[in-house]
Nanobody, 120 residues
Framework: QVQLVEFGGGLVQPGGSLRPSCAAS????????LSWYRQAPGKERELVAT????????NYADSVKGRFTISRDNAKNTVYLQMKSLKPEDTAVYYC?????????????WGQGTQVTVSS
């Protein structure tokens, strides 16, 4: 059984902060690169941030660089996305993704998403 469950979305005013988390089970968490994606109504899903297996190396979309921080706790099988200085254009459903990192085998898992709404 593989499961990724997001928590911590919600409604926030522009300039505010949120810290969604994603808890994983059913696979060897430390062997996977982890990412956060987001999708707004009428737009395609976009990559927001990635942290590599087992941790430490990160990449960010230009639109969130300097405002968002991705982190992971392998002991807790959890990945986080610290979001600061939120803007209305950050409004979207945020999804966590886990991708196998130890070989060319293609294997990835998705969470169900959590809604983040930044009021104008």
């Amino acid at each position: 059984q593989v499961q990724l469950v997001e928590f911590g979305g919600g409604l926030v005013q522009p300039g505010g902060s949120l810290r969604p988390s994603c808890a994983a089970s059913g696979f060897t968490f430390s062997n996977y690169d982890l990412s956060w994606y987001r999708q707004a109504p009428g737009k395609e899903r976009e990559l927001v941030a990635t942290i590599t297996s087992p941790g430490g190396n990160t990449n960010y979309a230009d639109s969130v660089k300097g405002r968002f921080t991705i982190s992971r706790d392998n002991a807790k099988n959890t990945v986080y996305l610290q979001m600061k200085s939120l803007k209305p254009e950050d409004t979207a459903v945020y999804y966590c993704n886990a991708r196998y990192a130890l070989s060319l085998v293609s294997r990835s898992y998705w969470g169900q998403g959590t809604q983040v709404t930044v009021s104008s």
